[in-house]
């Protein structure tokens, strides 16, 4: 480089910078082009394999109509959108697992995704030590919590604690009486919690507890009990296949003829895996339900894309998950324009989205999503007009932050 | 017996002054072992999963030593395996002791549950052993589930996470996944030494002979109760370290890790690798893994795979991969 | 606390043990006759229920779900031990075991193949449906059927062993297989018949079980837990014993609803372990040679 300012008069030192300037450019072209060309990769965790196969297969199908409805716009800032699909086997280590090997081997750029509780804190803990961006999906109170919360994590889903009360202001009368069946594990309790303290606050009574334990598959043996505490409402808290059993055997007993029976989230799949008779009259809360597009817009565009993308098949209510926890995600992303970790942090913050539901916000303190919730009720065979038409929308909570616990009640500084 | 009824000692010297690669190789096996070890994050396709089989390869391990060399089927060394993990992690997360003292707690820990769990089973024999061993570790199970305060119940255990490890002097970043295994392969390669030695020893001898025949061993006037208590106590000790390692990996102590199914799992890899041979355990580990990994990428049902390679390996091949290969070596 | 309740969670409790005292005499047959302990048993428990599901879908009647099913079942049982376990009896004692174990994991994820992973509704028989006032309470008229089947079932299989020349052979082959082969018995068709019925009872069990519950792939899992103890606190290879023990664990859980329901499971395990390190051979096994 010397040799060029000492024995070459006619070539300035500004022109050799130039020259410079230029040639290093051009080597830098392929480097640019690539970072520009180079795919969003977005990790997907989702138990593929046990008891949630379907509501796996579900969120990964309109996880995956997320994806596509950006990339056929052209992708975020021209860059193509992957989701990298992983089975967490609804195990927590086995998520960690994943996790890492999404982060240190593919190189993820963030993560959604969990729809058991133990495996979303699972990813979160993973993330939140690397700085990747997380997004949850999963129903837990835990996550909102401030011992296991980080600026990475972000909770798309809805808590137990917003479905509770949704629920219950929608039946617990003044002076009802209430008793509860509740799965003894911490999303059983914190179900419990949230219906107290709204039962409290509507004027309504409890009349017993039970607590079963977590994976029961006979109840008869709390039956009798329940029966002789005569409640007007009988609620019962638990998740799953839990459910589903407690239901049917509950209705077996005869217990839905001197009792409502409420729930504080109706699921989807299992009301098919018992059928509409031991259902029928159920109330429960959901983040979403198909039913929702005579009244919301952005619902029927979903409805709209998912079934021309999977057949004429109606999103479910875990379906949902998938598409709106991807589908912010990106578009923060776009507000960002890019990847950049605390650009994207700011654009979700600052986010305002309605993509399936409504007016949805992330909070600031805790990251929660913001969003309606409905309450739905099981509809009676004779009913239904078609064999997607499984529940009646009774109402719908507004997005509103009075439905959640308050920052500071959550650990988080005032 | 499953086990290899040609272990690898008892066919060190062959016919008549013959010490051939048998030989060498029993006397070079931790060496060996640790140069595979070593090798192992740049032959897998990725590091969590070349940690896993370090983790998974020392629990099947320390089980080898109970089930292939003692001939003991317990089915609940999850139990120690997961005590190992939680201890570590309330010692981390909890107490804040330095990472460290709390592997050496947890090691502690879980042996000494080894210890009243083989006591309390060590009494009975046969089948009933396996299945005291299920009910007992099952108790745990249900304990560290109901003492969530402690554990985090089935939301598991975490807020432990150790990004930096301080080593004589040396600052090591542990979230880079190559570091962190080249950590946890000196506690792997220290444990495997000491079952060496274990094996070695007369002790090692003595619990092959419980194996083969547990008259015969009591007419020579071994004490054959203490024996076992001895070797149970000892597989528990790694399990627990095991545990620890996974604690420190992971970043969190899932509930599952106290399950049968991990017990049945530790089980299937160290027979999948071939009970009763010193390395078996980590070809069992690593072949289970990579099964599950590589079948999980076409199909959700890669349990029907693994559970059918199983029972073949049950039917046909009962001294596992390694075993067998060095039964066939042996043979030709 | 009153009587009444005191009484209906007594005969709910007896209601739970029929379910428990039919998996669990399976299960106690196949180990008192053959040394095995089959870990497939909550699997096969389940497959009978989807085999009665089938049946019931394919005939339009419950009935035909309930006759052919275990009978069913219990062939493909048999075909199990002739070709799976068969082979292992010469080998160590951990064999089979393990051999069942594996086949577990095997039946779960087959069945999630072929029926998927979801529940399927499995309706109560008209005939069956509804409920009775017992007078202390009200109780579905289809557990009452349950604890009818089993009892007739129970009685059947006493008469059985009691007095037919197959069942003589059966109880002394159990006692002493050896001088059954030297008596000229043919002890593999006995054990293989054997094999069959016990797995022919769990599948029963699953198909009475299947209305009541839902029907799932992971049905069969803690069904094969409360079967152990069952098992083992009567003692392995007591048909009495499991009788007995059924209906103790059944109460036991029942009246443990009362107070601290959600211990239910770590009494049972408790118990069982209590029972292995103080009496291994259960309430009614054979003493444990030392």
């Known amino acids: ?414 | 017996m499953t086990a290899s009824t040609s272990s690898v000692a008892g066919v060190m010297t062959g016919p008549a002054g013959h010490r051939g690669w048998r030989a060498r190789l029993a006397a070079w096996r931790v060496p060996l072992s640790i140069l595979a070890l070593c090798l192992l994050p740049w032959v897998l396709p990725s590091q969590a999963l070349a940690v896993n089989v370090l983790i998974y390869g020392l629990v099947a391990v320390g089980y080898n030593l109970l089930f292939g060399y003692t001939g003991l089927l317990s089915f609940g060394h999850a139990a120690f395996f997961g005590t190992g993990a939680y201890v570590t992690g309330i010692a981390i997360g909890a107490f804040g002791l330095p990472w460290y003292a709390a592997v050496a707690l947890g090691i502690a820990g879980g042996g000494l549950l080894a210890l009243v769990i083989g006591l309390l089973s060590i009494r009975t024999r046969g089948i009933y052993f396996s299945m005291v061993t299920l009910a007992l570790s099952q108790l745990v199970y249900y304990t560290a589930l109901q003492a969530s305060s402690w554990t985090g119940g089935e939301n598991g255990l975490r807020g432990f996470t150790v990004a930096r490890i301080n080593l004589f002097g040396w600052t090591i970043d542990f979230l880079d996944p190559l570091k962190k295994y080249y950590v946890l392969m000196v506690f792997a390669a220290v444990a495997l030494w000491l079952v060496s030695r274990i094996l070695n020893s007369p002790f090692g001898a003595v619990i092959e002979a419980v194996r083969e025949n547990e008259t015969r061993a009591r007419a020579c006037g071994y004490d054959v109760e203490r024996t076992k208590l001895v070797s149970f106590t000892l597989s528990g000790l790694i399990c627990a370290l095991a545990g620890t390692l996974s604690a420190l990996h992971l970043a969190i102590v899932p509930l599952d890790i106290l399950h049968y199914h991990t017990s049945g799992m530790i089980v299937m890899m160290t027979l999948l690798g071939g009970a009763g041979s010193f390395f078996g355990p980590f070809v069992g580990a690593l072949a289970f893994l990579l099964m599950e990994d590589v079948v999980s990428l076409w199909t959700s049902h890669w349990q029907i795979v693994v559970g059918t390679v199983f029972i073949l390996f049950v039917l046909f091949l009962p001294k596992g991969i390694w075993g067998t290969a060095l039964a066939w070596r042996a043979g030709r | 606390m009153d009587a009444e309740l005191i009484a209906m969670q007594l005969f709910s409790g007896v209601a739970l043990g029929a379910i428990l005292i039919m998996v669990a005499l399976g299960l106690s047959i196949i180990f008192g006759m053959l040394g095995v302990v089959n870990f497939a048993h909550g699997a096969l428990f389940m497959v009978g229920a989807y085999a009665g599901l089938w049946v019931a879908s394919l005939t339009g009647s419950f009935w035909w779900g309930l006759l052919i099913a275990p009978i069913a079942i219990g062939a493909f049982g048999m075909l199990i031990e002739r070709f799976l376990i068969r082979p292992l009896y010469k080998r160590s004692i951990d064999d089979p075991l393990l051999l069942t174990f594996g086949l577990g994991y095997v039946l779960v994820e087959a069945v999630r193949i072929a029926f998927g992973s979801d529940g399927i509704p499995f309706q109560t028989p008209p005939e069956l449906a509804g409920v009775a006032d017992l007078g202390i309470g009200f109780f579905p008229i289809y557990r009452l059927f349950v604890v009818a089947v089993v009892a007739v079932v129970l009685v059947l299989l006493w008469v059985g062993l009691e007095k037919t020349k197959f069942g003589l052979i059966v109880r002394a082959g159990a006692k002493d297989p050896q001088i059954m082969r030297v008596l000229g018995v043919d002890i593999a068709k006995v054990w293989l018949l054997v094999f069959g019925l016990g797995i022919g009872l769990t599948a029963l069990g699953g198909v009475l079980a299947a209305p009541m519950r839902n029907v799932n792939p992971e049905m069969g899992s803690l069904v094969l837990a409360e079967a152990f103890v069952v098992t083992v606190i009567g003692g392995m290879g007591s048909l009495v014993g499991a009788v007995v023990a059924g209906l103790l664990v059944g109460v036991a859980i029942s009246m443990t609803a009362l107070f601290a329901p959600e211990m239910a499971t770590i009494v049972m395990f408790a118990l069982m372990a209590l029972v292995l390190l103080v009496k291994p051979q259960g309430l009614f096994g054979k003493p444990v040679r030392g």
């Open chain 1, 1 to 414: 480089m010397t040799e060029e300012s000492k024995g070459l008069p006619f070539l300035t030192r500004r022109a050799a910078l130039a020259g410079l300037a230029a040639g290093g450019a051009t080597l830098a072209m392929p480097g640019i082009l690539r970072a520009q060309g180079e795919t969003i990769r977005i990790g997907f965790p989702t138990p593929l394999t046990g008891p949630f196969a379907a509501e796996a297969k579900d969120q990964v199908r309109s996880a995956e109509l997320a994806v596509k409805l950006v990339n056929d716009k052209g992708g975020i800032g021209g860059r193509k959108v992957e989701l990298l699909v992983r089975d967490d086997k609804l195990n927590a280590g086995e998520a960690a697992t994943r996790t890492l090997e999404l982060i240190e081997k593919d190189k993820v750029h963030a993560i959604v995704g969990a729809l058991s509780s133990a495996v979303q804190l699972a990813v979160n803990e993973v993330t939140r030590a690397r700085g990747v961006i997380y997004v949850s999906i999963s129903q837990s109170d835990t996550i909102n919590e401030v011992k296991d919360f980080s600026r990475f994590t972000f909770h798309e889903a809805l808590n137990p604690h917003m479905t509770t009360a949704a629920v219950a202001k929608h039946t617990f009368k003044k002076d009802a009486k209430v008793a509860y069946l509740v799965a003894d594990y911490a999303y059983g309790h914190e179900m419990l919690r949230g219906f107290k303290r709204a039962q409290a606050a509507l004027g309504a009574t409890s009349v017993g507890e039970i607590l079963h334990p977590f994976g029961a598959a006979d109840y008869s043996t709390f039956m009798p009990r329940l029966r002789s505490m005569r409640p007007d409402i009988l609620c019962i808290c638990n998740f799953g296949r839990d459910q589903a059993n407690s239901i049917k055997q509950a209705v077996d007993f005869g217990m839905n003829r001197q009792s409502k029976i409420v729930v504080p989230v109706l699921l989807h799949n299992q009301r098919l895996a018992i059928g509409p008779e031991a259902f029928e009259g159920v109330i429960g809360g959901a983040n979403y339900y198909w039913g929702l597009e005579d009244t919301i817009p952005s619902a029927k565009s979903f409805n709209d894309a998912f079934k021309a993308a999977n057949g004429g098949a109606y999103p479910t209510d875990y379906g949902a998950y998938g598409f709106t926890g991807v589908y912010s995600l990106l578009l923060a992303m776009e507000k960002a324009g890019g990847t950049d970790t605390d650009k994207v942090i700011a654009a979700l913050e600052e986010l305002k989205y309605d993509i399936a539901k409504g007016p949805q916000q992330y909070r600031k303190c805790d990251h929660q999503s913001v969003q309606s919730v409905l309450v739905l009720e099981s509809k009676k065979k004779a009913e239904m007009k078609n064999e997607a038409d499984l529940f009646k929308v009774l109402a719908t909570e507004p997005a509103s932050e009075t439905i959640l616990r308050s920052c500071s009640e959550l650990g988080f500084p005032a």
